[in-house]
């Protein structure tokens, strides 16, 4: 438990819902209770129809430092405590799965350090839109680890084999103005403006056709993996769907009609 605090607090706002990450002493270090509840919580929020947009944020000055190392260090003496990999198989793995395939957008609010899986859960979002303080550690080599949860895989194709090898062979700390600069994050914003921003930027997408977002969002995530050819019929495929929507009607409508179209996800 998390001394009586919800180690994830969730607040909607219209069709946006932010999960809040809250174990500040700690810097938002995962123990089991943090991980399992913002696991849950991803996976509800991916099930929910009333929520159109997906917000990662964090209390206090860090997004989340990775792993709680004063856990793996009480597994180390436990010899019924599952090994690494299985506690990623039971609890990282699905989450960053759910956030992958979840067919809505996902924006990462990161403040101060993501560090370790903390900072594969940014990367797991869609987008990144972080405040000056932020900087993203693979910090994983510190401790003698491989980057897991995901940033083997979506941290080269943001950035680049070269830099990504080098994140996680060194362990450095990339601060947010590099970090725009090699494209691992969409946006910096001042700290004080970084939850206003967030939110902006989420209500945004949540009136937007967010269908037509789930089904690009599916699009790209399929691309990292696949030949043009199947690529372009996969493309034909997903829009033979998005062309069914009621806000492909809308919006071609309104367009015609001249004014402001009003989607509905549907
Ligand atoms: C922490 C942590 C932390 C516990 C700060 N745990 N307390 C691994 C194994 C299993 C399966 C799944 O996958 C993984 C993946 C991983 O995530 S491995 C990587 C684990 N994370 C790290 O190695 C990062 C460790 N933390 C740090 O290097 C620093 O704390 C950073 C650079 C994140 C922040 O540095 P500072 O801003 O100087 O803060 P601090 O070090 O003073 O931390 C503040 C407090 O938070 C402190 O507690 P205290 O009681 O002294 O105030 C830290 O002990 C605690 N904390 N990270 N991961």
Redesign the pocket.
């Known amino acids: 438990m998390n001394d009586g605090q919800q180690s994830v607090l969730v607040e909607n706002e219209g069709a946006v819902r932010t999960l809040r990450m809250n174990r500040p ?3 938002n ?2 123990n089991d209770d943090l991980l399992s509840s913002l696991a849950g919580e991803v996976k509800a929020a991916a099930k929910d129809d009333s929520v159109r947009c997906l917000v990662i944020a964090a209390a206090g000055r ?1 997004f989340c ?6 856990t ?1 260090k009480a597994r180390m003496s436990d010899p019924q405590a599952p090994d ?1 990999g299985k ?2 198989r039971n609890l ?1 793995n699905p989450m960053i799965l759910n956030l992958r395939s979840m067919e809505k957008p996902v924006i990462a609010a990161v403040n101060g ?1 993501a ?4 900072c594969s859960l940014a990367l797991a979002c869609d987008l990144r839109i972080v405040g000056t303080s932020a900087s993203f ?1 693979e ?2 080599i ?2 003698g ?1 491989v980057p ?2 995901g940033s083997t895989f979506v941290l080269p194709r943001l950035v680049g084999m070269a830099r990504a090898m080098e994140m996680a062979f060194t362990g450095r ?1 990339v601060a947010a103005d590099e970090a725009l600069s090699i494209g691992l994050v969409n946006r910096v914003v001042a700290d004080d403006d970084l939850s206003a921003e967030a939110m902006k930027l989420a209500q945004k997408l949540a009136n937007m056709p967010t269908r037509g977002i789930g089904l690009t969002k599916r699009a790209f995530n399929r691309a990292w993996t696949a030949e043009l050819d199947d690529q372009l019929e996969y493309e034909a495929f997903l829009q033979t769907t998005a062309g069914q929507t009621q806000d492909h009607i809308e919006g071609v409508t309104a367009f015609l009609e001249k004014r402001k179209p009003v989607f509905t996800g549907r």
């Open positions: 002493d700690v810097l270090a995962f860090a430092a990775g792993q709680d190392l004063d793996v690494l506690h990623l990282y350090v560090a370790g899986a903390g550690i910090a994983f510190n401790v680890l897991d949860s700390k």
